[in-house]
């Protein structure tokens, strides 16, 4: 076994493989960017190393960085975790020449599948199913719309070199297949540096189903179970779980005598995901899958896999680099209980879950295992006080739960997400919430298309309690402060020598601005409907009384937002700023603010054109995915702040409209 390793990534999978190594005894090596200087990935390495800027292709993506790291601190191997470098066979041979182990495929292997057209003809040499479609050379735009016309809309276009979501466009007819080409080229030669695509029959009721496997370069190969990766936004995965809702043995035999199939064809060794597409219309069917790619990584989604089946997939990795054969066969693996796991992140669900920014200024979990099997785990690459910024993907953490059996493990899944507790940045949380406790996910009936049909329900965030905004303001106001923390000057607010104290603020919770007014007496508000309504601290908590009901609401006060937290939601108030030009001109409709900060690659206006309501105007991209604004009414664009290739920051105004002038 290697006595030092360095890990070629950030964040949570950093943490998640640094938790293994420490157990075996192995030292660790972390690489940071300028951007991660202080990450929690940093300080829990034995060593760090600087490999360059914010910007992922001067820092995490420069091989020669990362191997002059693995020099200075003597590393033997490295784990190139997922994302980054970990799938990219140039950096496995630099490895291997400079006489380091890679954790991870022979560069072969991840060449193999590394172009989705070139893999899929690949399987269908080796007798796995493949999804019908085109995955041939010639990207000529109009043999490409040719082929989609044979294959039958709707289809998909995918870029060949893609993973994430990125570079995946669905179009259901014709006239909109131009577009749709032209934008997952875009994202294919942004994330991936290739604009060429693939183009499949689009499965009506598709579900996504993976199959884990393991080789040992020995000729020891095993699938571990399957994993449903059905539920999907944007073509990026949710929630995860194993195993798959519905799946028989007979169905299971077939995918994962089909995974061990791929996984022998291109002479793999560590662990992989064989992912297939299932029509899910009239259930799982050993006729009813098709190949869609091999992931020649470790998956985000590995904890269901390790939950089920006992096993520690970063440890069997790194056996398996060290040389040694894997510890078992196909026969002695079992499935235990059922296990979910849901990715919590920083994005805004009412926006399409565009990423979002921001300090975690509140970060609560419950009690749970980190990076270990247990009813609750919490796989996390951030803590309280950290920065989520626009340079990486936005992911908080990966709530994982285990339990005897389905039911029970959405039961807890949907309980632990209503107890985590997050300020300073808009999250999917409640999103998740909702999801977990949807009628058809509970019911097992899944398919990729689930979230979508379901959409406007699960982004609709339940009413704010009338309360909240009064409770907003007292703690605003100093009002609610402990008496030892209070400012002594805060407790003479509100004193006259006649008439009543009021309490009379403006706040501003996301866009819109709320007018909070009562009579004030101590900590009770005399409402203007006569309503009293009592407003007191006990501990971290405050209990508000209104006509003899009383509820406990979470409120904390930093950096002068009031922060409320409910189950699987948080709510920050805070008080007006005249001078925000963003917040004064969003809400009317005379201005295009970026939801995100982004990088603005294309620009489809002038000054002085008119636009209509639903125009095109620029396109923002953020996490390497593209994001087209629109024009919000009929207009004129009277300022163009902004120009391709400018980085924007989250609520930037980029353009305004003026009326249409009179002829």
């Known amino acids: 076994m290697f006595d030092k390793l360095l890990i070629a990534n950030r964040g949570e999978i950093a943490l998640r493989v640094m938790a293994t190594a420490r157990r075996l005894g192995i030292r660790t090596v972390a690489v940071y960017s300028e951007a991660d200087h202080n990450a929690l990935h940093v300080r829990a390495a034995d060593e760090a190393v600087l490999i360059g800027p914010a910007a992922v292709a001067d820092s995490y993506l420069r091989a020669d960085a990362i191997l002059a790291a693995a020099r200075q601190t003597g590393a033997e191997a490295i784990h190139p975790g997922y994302g980054f470098l970990s799938e990219n066979p140039d950096f496995v041979e630099a490895v291997e020449r ?8 022979p560069a072969q292997a991840i060449r193999a599948m590394g172009l989705k057209d070139a893999a899929k003809r690949l399987m269908e040499a080796a007798g796995v199913p493949v999804v019908p479609g085109y995955h041939g050379l010639d990207q000529d735009p109009a043999h490409l719309e040719a082929e989609a016309a044979r294959i039958g809309y709707p289809v998909l276009i995918k870029a060949r070199a893609g993973g994430g979501g990125k570079g995946m466009r669905l179009v259901e007819r014709p006239a909109d297949f131009a577009a749709a080409l032209e934008g997952a080229r875009r994202e ?9 695509v693939l183009i499949e029959r689009y499965v009506t009721a598709p579900r996504h189903v993976e199959m884990q496997v393991f080789a040992d370069g020995q000729g020891g190969v095993v699938h571990l179970f399957e994993r449903d990766c059905s539920l999907q936004r944007r073509h990026q995965k949710v929630i995860e779980e194993a195993p798959a809702p519905g799946m028989t043995e007979e169905v299971r035999e077939a995918m994962g005598r089909a995974a061990v199939e791929a996984a022998r064809a291109i002479g793999y060794r560590g662990a992989g995901t064989v992912e297939f597409i299932a029509d899910g219309s009239q259930g799982l069917r050993p006729d009813g899958f098709w190949f869609m790619e091999m992931n020649t990584r470790l998956q985000v989604e590995h904890p269901v896999s390790e939950a089920i089946t006992g096993l520690d997939f970063v440890e069997l990795q790194l056996r398996v680099a060290a040389g040694e054969p894997l510890p078992f066969a196909q026969g002695d693996l079992r499935i235990r209980g059922h296990a979910v796991e849901a990715r919590l992140y920083a994005e805004d669900v009412a926006k399409g879950f565009l990423p979002a920014t921001g300090r975690l200024e509140h970060l609560q979990f419950p009690p749970a295992q980190r990076f270990a099997p247990g009813p609750l785990r919490i796989d996390s690459g951030v803590e309280e006080g950290d920065e989520i910024t626009p340079w990486y993907d936005p992911m908080i953490a990966k709530v994982i739960v285990h339990g005897a059996d389905r039911p029970r493990a959405l039961a807890r899944l949907a309980e632990a997400l209503d107890q985590i507790r997050i300020g300073g940045t808009v999250t999917n949380v409640g999103f998740l919430a909702r999801l977990a406790r949807q009628a ?13 049909r379901n959409a406007r329900a699960l982004a609709q965030e339940p009413d704010l309690s009338p309360d909240a905004a009064y409770v907003a303001a007292m703690a605003l106001a100093g009002l609610l402060d402990p008496p030892e923390e209070a400012d002594p000057w805060s407790q003479l607010r509100g004193f006259r020598t006649w008439g009543s104290a009021r309490l009379d603020m403006t706040l501003l919770q996301g866009a819109e ?5 009562a009579e004030l007496d101590g900590t009770t508000l005399r409402l203007a409907d006569g309503t009293t309504l009592a407003i007191r601290r006990e501990g971290e908590a405050v209990l508000v009384e209104r006509g003899g009901h009383r509820r406990r609401i979470e409120v ?9 937290f409910e189950p699987g939601r948080s709510v920050s108030f805070s008080l007006v700023d005249p001078l925000d030009r963003a917040s004064s001109m969003a809400g009317g409709g005379d201005a295009i603010v970026a939801p995100m900060p982004g990088l603005v690659t294309r620009v489809m206006v002038r000054a002085g054109d008119p636009v ?46 003026e009326e249409v002038a009179d002829a």
């Open 556 to 564: 904390a006060l930093r950096e002068g937002k009031a922060t409320l």
């Open 188 to 196: 294919g030669q942004a994330s991936f540096g290739d604009p060429a």
């Open 98 to 105: 400079a006489g380091l182990v890679f954790v991870g495929p």
């Open 440 to 452: 058809d996910f509970v019911a097992g009936q899944v398919d990729t298309g689930l979230i979508a």
């Open 513 to 517: 601005r709320l007018s909070v007014s």
């Open 612 to 657: 209509s309501a639903g125009d095109p105007v620029l396109v923002l991209e953020a996490m390497k995915m593209e994001n087209t604004l629109l024009a919000p009414r009929d207009g004129v664009i009277a300022e163009l702040l902004v120009a391709e290739g400018g980085q924007v920051g989250d609520g930037d105004v980029l353009a305004t409209l």
